[in-house]
């Protein structure tokens, strides 16, 4: 018979579970919801929206350009490293469903939205997209260079050749990602964010040539709705620039969404749609051969995880600025209004 002074303090009823919250706790609570309804009225949403601020990214090209500057590439042939990156235009499309639907995979892992907050991949885009033929061509060390006579020469701005730079980049990434995942047991790894869009894609293509890439979207309208009914206070970058706002959203999912646009037809992405992919209109059979795993999609798509939308519908307002906002981007991804 089991002993009953051993029962478990999870069946025995805490007194505190009957009585009302602190007086502090109410206040803040009331507070939290006066703010977020404030912030969600036709007046603060446009308020918000007059007050957004405009992010400027490198575009594809220019990030090519100077990527080509330092010529750093990995021999496809000796590199056996493949880890598979999951993009989404912002928050609310999916992203979690698709990475819980790989990790089916035992040998997989993927990380989520890895210190996503400091945009950390972007920058790194950004700043590269800075290198120009003057100022990396001719500060570079070259195999000819005759050693002994460093002591003589102009070497000031002396630097090594460029895939020493790449490679040295890539370990962070290893390091910080890919080691972590093989300490645990997986052969493979990759990450899904909110925040990176085609030009982030290109660096992390560069740093890894066999990468491959999902690109999944979801409705703008579907994706706000279930973020604004979530309460969640997000940020493109923190602290400096949120995308909670149906303005700051729309903005950040337009720009990511126009992006994909600007890479050539070859380049290793699947465009998948949120919609199709709850609505059984992904082949998983294929999916799984171009990545190189085995998936068993239904164990994921048997649990609910993460739902937050409450409201069937946006308010006017909230659809009013979306639909100026991410009016390009609907129309590259094949949205309607």
Same mark, same amino acid.
């Given at each position: 018979?089991?002993?009953?002074?051993?029962?478990?303090?999870?069946?025995?009823?805490?007194?505190?579970?009957?009585?009302?919250?602190?007086?502090?706790?109410?206040?803040?609570?009331?507070?939290?919801?006066?703010?977020?309804?404030?912030?969600?009225?036709?007046?603060?949403?446009?308020?918000?929206?007059?007050?957004?601020?405009?992010?400027?990214?490198?575009?594809?090209?220019?990030?090519?350009?100077?990527?080509?500057?330092?010529?750093?590439?990995?021999?496809?042939?000796?590199?056996?490293?493949?880890?598979?990156?999951?993009?989404?235009?912002?928050?609310?499309?999916?992203?979690?469903?698709?990475? @819980?639907?790989?990790? $089916?995979?035992?040998? %997989? #892992?993927? /990380?989520?939205? &890895?210190?996503?907050?400091?945009?950390?991949? *972007? +920058?790194?885009?950004?700043?590269?997209?800075?290198?120009?033929?003057?100022?990396?061509?001719?500060?570079?060390?070259?195999?000819?260079?005759?050693?002994?006579?460093?002591?003589?020469?102009?070497?000031?701005?002396?630097?090594?050749?460029?895939?020493?730079?790449?490679?040295?980049?890539?370990?962070?990434?290893?390091?910080?990602?890919?080691?972590?995942?093989?300490?645990?047991?997986?052969?493979?790894?990759?990450?899904?964010?909110? @925040?990176?869009?085609? $030009?982030?894609?290109? %660096? #992390?293509? /560069?740093?890894? &040539?066999?990468?491959?890439?999902?690109?999944? *979207? +979801?409705?703008?309208?579907?994706?706000?709705?279930?973020?604004?009914?979530?309460?969640?206070?997000?940020?493109?970058?923190?602290?400096?620039?949120?995308?909670?706002?149906?303005?700051?959203?729309?903005?950040?999912?337009?720009?990511?969404?126009?992006?994909?646009?600007?890479?050539?037809?070859?380049?290793?992405?699947?465009?998948?749609?949120?919609?199709?992919?709850?609505?059984?209109?992904?082949?998983?059979?294929?999916?799984?051969?171009?990545?190189?795993?085995?998936?068993?999609?239904?164990?994921?798509?048997?649990?609910?995880?993460?739902?937050?939308?409450?409201?069937?519908?946006?308010?006017?307002?909230?659809?009013?600025?979306?639909?100026?906002?991410?009016?390009?981007?609907?129309?590259?991804?094949?949205?309607?209004?």
């Amino acid at each position: 018979m089991q002993d009953t002074k051993y029962k478990s303090s999870a069946l025995v009823a805490d007194p505190g579970d009957f009585l009302p919250a602190p007086p502090a706790q109410s206040l803040r609570r009331g507070a939290a919801k006066l703010y977020h309804a404030v912030r969600r009225s036709a007046v603060g949403e446009l308020w918000q929206w007059s007050q957004c601020k405009t992010i400027s990214v490198p575009c594809v090209e220019q990030l090519v350009e100077s990527l080509s500057l330092l010529s750093g590439t990995a021999d496809e042939r000796e590199d056996t490293e493949a880890p598979i990156f999951v993009l989404s235009p912002g928050w609310r499309s999916g992203s979690t469903l698709l990475q @819980r639907i790989l990790v $089916t995979d035992p040998h %997989l #892992l993927l /990380w989520g939205e &890895p210190l996503g907050e400091m945009a950390l991949v *972007s +920058r790194i885009a950004a700043t590269l997209s800075s290198v120009n033929s003057f100022w990396f061509r001719e500060r570079c060390i070259t195999d000819d260079v005759v050693l002994s006579s460093l002591a003589t020469s102009w070497i000031p701005t002396l630097c090594p050749p460029g895939d020493d730079f790449r490679l040295a980049l890539r370990s962070l990434f290893d390091r910080w990602l890919g080691e972590p995942a093989r300490a645990r047991g997986y052969e493979r790894w990759g990450f899904k964010d909110v @925040r990176m869009g085609a $030009t982030e894609a290109v %660096l #992390l293509s /560069w740093l890894y &040539p066999r990468a491959k890439f999902l690109v999944l *979207s +979801r409705h703008p309208y579907d994706c706000y709705r279930s973020l604004s009914d979530s309460g969640w206070q997000v940020f493109y970058r923190y602290p400096d620039v949120r995308a909670d706002s149906a303005a700051g959203f729309a903005r950040h999912w337009n720009r990511l969404a126009t992006s994909w646009s600007e890479l050539p037809a070859d380049f290793p992405a699947i465009h998948i749609k949120y919609e199709d992919l709850v609505n059984g209109g992904i082949d998983f059979r294929k999916l799984e051969s171009w990545l190189g795993v085995e998936l068993r999609e239904g164990v994921a798509l048997s649990a609910s995880v993460g739902h937050t939308a409450e409201r069937v519908k946006l308010a006017w307002h909230e659809r009013l600025i979306i639909a100026q906002e991410a009016d390009r981007g609907m129309q590259a991804l094949g949205y309607s209004k």
